[in-house]
């Protein structure tokens, strides 16, 4: 794990992961794209702990995409314990849910997510989104940690 | 005898009729006379063989007579007169019976003997009769009163027969037509007696003439031409039929004697051979000769019986004839004589025989006869050739003079009956000319029109009359412009105004001179010398100009018509003036009458007006008066008895009665029973007695509630010094009554009201120990009541619960030892019925002057069915409790549900979805366009459920989410959301028709939503027309609330299936027709029913729907 990732995808649906890394690498944003299936996952990354113990926490991605339905630890729960550890409390993190729940969304932005984005069903928006997503977290916003 | 045949009927100029009465009866005398002394004296002056009769002379004498009578004044002439004309007819009838039957009575050759008559000698011939008949009868009808209906008419046509009768008859005398005089071989007229018939029969027609206002009666004299033309041609016709009759029959005769002439010849002839042949035997004996001569004897003898036979008729002939046929038997008797000498003596005997010339003597005797005869005939002949001329020569003058006569008669007759058509029709016309103007003056319109009207009516029966009326004006000096639909404008410009004078114009001078003035040649007409230029640059030859009077002679105007050439009015013509002047004068008085009227009509209104504000302003200063009076008090107003006849808003608002049910009641009606009735009394006597009466009474309202006011009741008195009127001046006092009742009632009003709450009442006298119960108490407890209200304590102990009894006692003990007030509840056992009730009991001490208890006085209320329902309450409160949070549960599970469905069911979709079109990318080519065609149709399906897994969601939330009512500007959101969607479809062409709408009060989200799915699916419905047309309203809802609606003209739908429209996923249309899920309407319906509202819809295929919803209104 050299090469420091840029997006952190957060995403039990094997099939909607592919799409979306899919998506990017049409783009060509996806090169430096880490996977993880569940908020634990997510969280042992962030934090380089369990299966991530060796990575370097200073390093953070440039953005999170985030589901809220995942095994393990909820995106929810994950949001919530980023955002209450400093290392990550200003972490870009992207709600990515098919929840359109206002109690979703409410609570997504309570904890101090960047952003809630409803997966389309259809590809090609799904497709475009996720792709705008990246273009948008990756070469148009400014990060708030500072580049390595 | 009415007054009118006082006055006896005479001719208006008797100088004709009494001429032809003397000379009728003079020549009837002189013939009478004649008659009377010798009858052949008569008989030779008419040579013809018609006399007058005896009879008929005296019938002429008697008819004379009448009619002389007739012309002279007094009753006995015209008695006299009557008796004449029935001795006229007596005679004529006695004859016609005579006539009739074929008997005779003696009356023919009464009086004098007719030596020369044919049939029948001294009686008159049948047409004389008639004409007697006829004569009679216009006699009669003569002298009776003038006035007779029809009697002009009938003497009319008598005179017309008498007259026709008469000179039929001269006319056959005349001309010896031989015809029509003569009837079946009776006596014909005398020639005489037909001149007297005509003679007065003229008489009569003259009399007639006059009777009828000097007017032909028989209709025209034009009939009675075409009649005698028609009569005079059949005459023609007769006459030549005799004539050729006639010329035939000479032709005949000539005919016939020419035959004679010839076989008187043969005779001749016959008689030579005879002679020659007995001469020749005689001197030369030869017998051939005697043969010759015996030979031609029969053939003699034949030829004289032709003669004979041809002769037939002509005695003087025949008797010449009889002469020669004697001659030729005595000439034969001679010869054969001779001729037996001759044979027996020898030719010397015979010689001597012819010697003595015997013979010879005879035969010349013989032939100077036959001669004689042929001479005869031959006159004869002569004779008729002469009357065939004649008859010729009458026939050819008088046939073509008769029928160009009667043709000349008959044209003239068929002409003037034509012009009489003309003039019929002319009539015809005119009377419906009257009549529509008649309807036109009985019309509204005002009188120019209508004399427009008439004018241009009546030019339409004048061929190039130009009509016109003037006005005379109010000075009557001048003419104004009435009407002249066809003269020049300028003309009536120029015309209009001008001064009426003796010679201006034609309508000028009429006017002045109020007279008819006939202008027929402008040019030349004095009258018209200041005018004439005008009148000739305008083309006007004619002016004829009739003065219009009004109904007392004034004149109103002139009625004039001109006419572009010079002309005289026909008779025709001065009739129509007469009639349209008339009308005319009818027009302008009634129209001017409707003016007058309504300029009166006006006058009164303006009047009445003007009274009506005056006393408006009087009315409106009491009005004030009486509302301050009404504002301040309760105002009654009664009649004499007392009757309500006025009661103001304040009587009815404190009364409770309407209005209508006071007025006619009197103050019983509110009686409250209050006031004693001598109360009442003095109030009444008072007031009758025309006092003042002052007061304070309480009433009952309707609703039963009392009132007491304090009254003033103020009589009026009527001029005997009676009350005609009360009025009652009163105020409310009843609040300080009621303060006032309050304390002197409230132990009554306590009794009672625990009486109404069904609640015992107990008093304990502390210091007697008396225990008083109300009636309530011992039914609570279940216990007789005691005389007296006195109970037991030791009941109430033993109803008492034992376990709550101690409890009990303690506190009313604690209570009176306080001087307090105590509340208790307790169960006891009801002694009737053993049943456990629970009792609520309070009680309050009376403290005597002492400070301590003096009574204790209590109330027990059974409270047992109250106790049961508030357990009841609890029981269903702690169920509803469990209930709810049984649903709160239920609500949660679905939560969840929802929030995995929108979790769990998108994510597969998505992944079909996405690899589908990754399919499509990565091995598009080896797919195939059936392969791409059918994953496209998976991706279309997962959308789609994309969509319904979304809206399903949508309407789960909707369930759930709180309903926060804030006031909408439904308006603006509805103008929005249509912005927002037609923004969506900017090929569509939509026209929004939205009124204004209400506010509303709800959730905007919701609301929102309500209005996108109702607009939205307008916009979508309407995707298969021109242009979508969409209507936005609202309008009051039956119950109180606002219906919003949306209408549109799109594919509608079935109201069959009105019913499902709002159910979830169910959808009236395919989605390739419409695309949809099915869910929208059934939120709809969902957000409007947690607001409290209903929707509705209504539609027809192809005829587009109305989708609406109501929503409470916004109290602001």
Redesign the interface.
């Known amino acids: 794990m050299n090469t420091p990732s840029e997006i952190l995808l957060v995403e039990d649906?094997l099939?909607?992961a592919?799409?979306a890394i899919?998506a990017l690498r049409k783009r060509n944003l996806a090169n430096h794209l880490v996977h993880v299936a569940d908020g634990q996952a997510a969280l042992d990354f962030l934090f380089a702990a369990g299966d991530y113990v060796e990575r370097d926490a200073a390093v953070q991605p440039r953005v999170v995409l985030l589901d809220?339905?995942l095994p393990k630890v909820d995106g929810i729960e994950v949001l919530r314990r980023l955002r209450a550890d400093a290392r990550t409390k200003v972490l870009p993190i992207v709600v990515l849910?098919?929840?359109?729940?206002?109690r979703?969304v409410i609570e997504s932005y309570q904890l101090g997510a960047n952003s809630y984005i409803v997966?389309?069903?259809?590809?090609?928006n799904?497709?475009e989104a996720v792709s705008e997503l990246g273009l948008y977290w990756l070469l148009i916003n400014e990060p708030p940690l500072r580049k390595l | 005898m009415n007054a009118l045949s006082v006055s006896p009927a005479r001719p208006a100029s008797p100088g004709f009729s009494r001429g032809v009465g003397a000379v009728v009866a003079a020549v009837g005398a002189v013939v009478f006379a004649g008659w009377m002394s010798d009858p052949h004296a008569l008989d030779r002056l008419a040579s013809g063989g018609e006399t007058m009769k005896a009879n008929a002379a005296l019938g002429f004498f008697l008819s004379g007579g009448a009619l002389l009578l007739l012309t002279l004044s007094g009753a006995w002439a015209r008695q006299m007169a009557r008796g004449c004309v029935m001795a006229v007819a007596g005679i004529a009838l006695v004859t016609l019976a005579e006539y009739a039957t074929g008997a005779s009575f003696g009356v023919d050759e009464f009086l004098a003997r007719d030596p020369g008559a044919v049939t029948h000698p001294g009686r008159m011939a049948p047409h004389t009769m008639l004409g007697f008949l006829l004569t009679a009868e216009a006699l009669w009808l003569m002298s009776q009163a003038p006035g007779t209906p029809r009697r002009p008419l009938i003497l009319g046509w008598l005179g017309a027969l008498g007259i026709g009768m008469g000179i039929f008859a001269l006319l056959d005398h005349a001309a010896e037509f031989g015809f029509g005089n003569r009837w079946w071989g009776l006596a014909g007229m005398a020639i005489q007696a037909a001149a007297l018939f005509v003679g007065l029969s003229v008489a009569v027609l003259h009399f007639a003439w006059r009777d009828a206002g000097k007017r032909w009666v028989i209709g025209s004299g034009q009939t009675v031409g075409f009649a005698s033309g028609l009569l005079l041609l059949v005459a023609v016709a007769i006459f030549s039929q005799r004539s050729a009759r006639q010329l035939v029959e000479a032709a005949g005769e000539v005919q016939r004697t020419h035959a004679i002439i010839g076989k008187i010849w043969e005779v001749s002839i016959d008689l030579e051979q005879q002679q020659s042949g007995v001469r020749g035997y005689l001197l030369t004996g030869d017998e051939a000769l005697l043969a010759l001569y015996r030979k031609a004897i029969p053939g003699a003898r034949e030829d004289v019986r032709e003669v004979r036979e041809l002769l037939a008729g002509n005695a003087m002939q025949l008797r010449r004839l009889d002469v020669v046929e004697r001659h030729i038997i005595e000439r034969e008797e001679l010869w054969r004589q001779t001729i037996e000498l001759h044979r027996n003596s020898g030719p010397e005997a015979t010689a001597k025989q012819v010697a003595i010339r015997q013979g010879k003597v005879m035969s010349d005797e013989l032939r100077l006869r036959l001669n004689e005869m042929e001479a005869d005939e031959e006159r004869q002949l002569a004779a008729h050739q002469e009357q065939a001329r004649a008859t010729t020569a009458r026939a050819f003058v008088l046939l073509p003079a008769g029928v160009l006569l009667s043709l000349i008669l008959m044209s003239v007759g068929v002409l003037r009956l034509n012009g009489e058509a003309t003039e019929r029709q002319r009539g015809t016309e005119l009377l419906a000319w009257e009549k529509s103007a008649l309807e036109l003056i009985g019309g509204t319109a005002s009188l120019h029109p209508v004399l427009e009207e008439l004018m241009v009516g009546l030019e339409r029966q004048l061929p190039g009359a130009l009509c016109s009326i003037l006005l005379l004006d109010d000075t009557g000096e001048r003419l104004r412009h009435g009407a002249a639909p066809s003269l020049p404008d300028e003309y009536n410009r120029l015309i209009d105004g001008v001064a009426i004078g003796p010679a201006v114009g034609s309508c000028g001078s009429a006017a002045f001179g109020n007279r008819q003035v006939i202008v027929a040649d402008i040019a030349s007409d004095p009258l018209w010398a200041d005018y004439r230029d005008v009148a000739q640059r305008h083309g006007l030859r004619a002016c004829w100009s009739t003065p219009i009077h009004c109904s007392a002679g004034k004149v109103l105007g002139t009625f004039a018509i001109y006419y572009r050439e010079p002309r005289h009015p026909t008779p025709a013509e001065l009739e129509v003036i007469v009639r349209a002047v008339h009308v005319a004068r009818i027009a302008i008085e009634r129209k001017r009458a409707e003016e007058n009227i309504h300029r009166l009509t006006g006058e009164l209104e303006q009047r009445v007006a003007a009274r009506t504000a005056e006393l408006q302003t009087a009315n409106a200063a009491l009005t004030d008066f009486k509302a301050a009076l009404d504002t301040h008090a309760i105002v009654a107003i009664t009649d004499p008895q007392g009757k309500i006849t006025y009661a103001n808003d304040n009587f009815c608002a404190i009364s409770r009665y309407a209005r209508e049910e006071l007025l006619g009641q009197d103050h019983r009606i509110l009686n409250s029973g209050h006031h004693p009735q001598s109360f009442m009394r003095d109030l009444w006597e008072t007031i009758t007695g025309g006092r003042v009466w002052q007061g304070e009474i309480k009433n009952r309202a309707k609703n039963g509630a009392f009132y007491w006011e304090s009254s003033t009741i103020v009589p009026f008195l009527g001029t005997d010094g009676k009350p005609v009127q009360f009025i009652a001046i009163r105020t409310d006092i009843t609040r300080r009554k009621m303060v006032e009742e309050a304390l002197r009632d409230s132990e009554e009003r306590m009794r009672l009201a625990a009486e109404a709450a069904d609640t015992g009442v107990w008093e304990w006298d502390v210091r007697t120990d008396v225990l008083q119960w109300d009636e309530r108490m011992f039914a609570i407890y279940g216990l007789p009541p005691a005389p007296g209200g006195r109970a037991v304590y030791t009941d109430w102990r033993a109803a008492v619960f034992p376990a709550d009894l101690a409890d009990q006692e303690a506190v009313l003990q604690n209570t009176i030892a306080a001087c307090g007030r105590s509340h208790r509840e307790f169960r006891i056992v009801r002694a009737d019925d053993r049943a456990v009730r629970v009792i609520h009991g309070a009680e309050m001490v009376v403290p005597g002057a002492d400070g301590k208890a003096a009574r204790v006085v209590g109330i027990n209320l059974d409270i047992t069915a109250r106790k049961r329902a508030e357990e009841e309450i609890v029981k269903l409160n702690e169920a509803l409790q469990s209930r709810a949070v049984e649903l709160e549960a239920a609500n949660r599970e679905l939560e969840g549900f929802?929030?995995s469905v929108?979790?769990?069911l998108?994510?597969?979709?998505?992944?079909v979805?996405?690899?589908?079109?990754?399919l499509v990318e990565d091995c598009g080519p080896q797919l195939g366009d059936e392969g791409r065609r059918m994953l496209g149709v998976i991706?279309s399906e997962?959308?789609r459920?994309?969509r319904l897994i979304?809206d399903l969601?949508a309407f789960a939330?909707l369930g759930r989410q709180p309903i926060e009512p804030t006031p909408i500007d439904m308006h603006a959101l509805a103008r929005e959301v249509f912005n927002e969607l037609a923004a969506l479809e900017p090929e569509r062409q939509l026209s929004l028709d939205l009124r204004p709408l209400p506010p509303a009060c709800g959730t905007p989200a919701m609301i929102r939503q309500v209005w996108v799915n109702l607009i939205g699916n307008a916009i979508k419905f309407t995707s298969e027309r021109a242009v979508g047309e969409i209507g936005i309203g609202a309008r009051e809802d039956e119950e109180g609330g606002t219906r919003y609606y949306v209408k549109d003209n799109g594919a509608g739908f079935d109201m069959r299936y009105v019913g499902k429209l709002f159910g979830v996923f169910q959808r009236l249309h395919t989605k390739e027709e419409f695309d949809g899920t099915g869910v929208g309407l059934a939120l709809v319906q969902r957000i409007v029913q947690r607001h409290g509202g209903k929707v509705a819809a209504e539609g027809e295929v192809d005829r587009g729907a109305t989708f609406s919803f109501t929503m409470k209104k916004l109290i602001p």
Do not use: C, I, Q
């Not at chain 1, 849910?97 to 206002?102: K, L």
């Not at chain 1, 997966?119 to 090609?124: I, L, Q, T």
């Not at chain 2, 998108?906 to 992944?911: G, S």
């Open positions: 649906n099939h909607d592919e799409l899919r809220l339905k849910t098919s929840s359109r729940e206002e979703d997966k389309p069903v259809e590809f090609e799904f497709s | 929802s929030y929108s979790h769990d998108r994510a597969p979709l998505r992944a979805d996405g690899f589908s079109r990754l991706r997962t959308r459920m994309g979304d969601l939330r």
